[in-house]
């Protein structure tokens, strides 16, 4: 009778287990689909830890921006033989640094090109279905954010200085 009992368990765990991978042995996150494997590129889950990774860095990008943005303001100085010039290491300095943070900026628009969302049909009842279709996360990412995205990763302070 034992014997019965522990096979019929092992049988469970071996069909639980099952369910929570994929034909490849990978283990599926708890709000991916059943199907994971169609698709072959990479999808991130936007509870993922990798994305909330991605989004204190970013952050940490968007404050520096903001910090260094108004600083462009300071680059004319005056000197007793011109009336106005510009100061040549804050120039330098403050062009690579915000050049950096435009790159962080272009990182993000691919990182959202490749982030799952969930579908505002289903937030009603639980935690929603993850949309993880790659064409159906660019027409999503296209119609909502992704203009202001591409008007923030303009170097247009570097342009205009």
């Known amino acids: 009778m ?26 599926l996150s708890r709000v991916f689909s059943e199907d994971y ?8 889950d936007p509870r993922g830890p990798r994305v ?3 989004n204190k860095i970013f952050l940490a990008a968007c404050l520096i921006s903001l910090f260094v943005d108004p600083l462009f303001f300071y680059l004319p100085v005056v000197k007793k033989e011109k009336c106005i010039d510009m100061s040549l290491g804050l120039e330098v300095s403050l062009t690579i640094i915000r050049t950096l943070v435009d790159a962080f900026y272009i990182i993000q628009i691919y990182v959202r090109f490749q982030t799952a969302y969930i579908a505002p049909s289903s937030r ?5 279905e ?8 660019a027409s999503n990412y296209m119609s909502r954010d992704f203009w202001f995205d591409l008007v923030a990763a303009l170097p247009l302070p570097q342009v205009y200085s």
Not at 5 to 12: N, R
Not at 37 to 44: S, T, V, W
Not at 130 to 137: F, R
């Open 2 to 27: 034992e014997m019965m009992t522990y096979e019929t368990s092992d049988q469970h765990k071996r069909v639980r287990d099952a369910k929570n991978k994929s034909s490849n042995g990978r283990e």
């Open 37 to 44: 494997d169609a698709e072959e590129i990479l999808i991130l």
């Open 52 to 54: 909330n990774l991605w």
């Open 124 to 128: 009603v009842s639980g935690r929603g």
């Open 130 to 137: 993850l949309i993880i279709d790659s064409s159906k996360i």
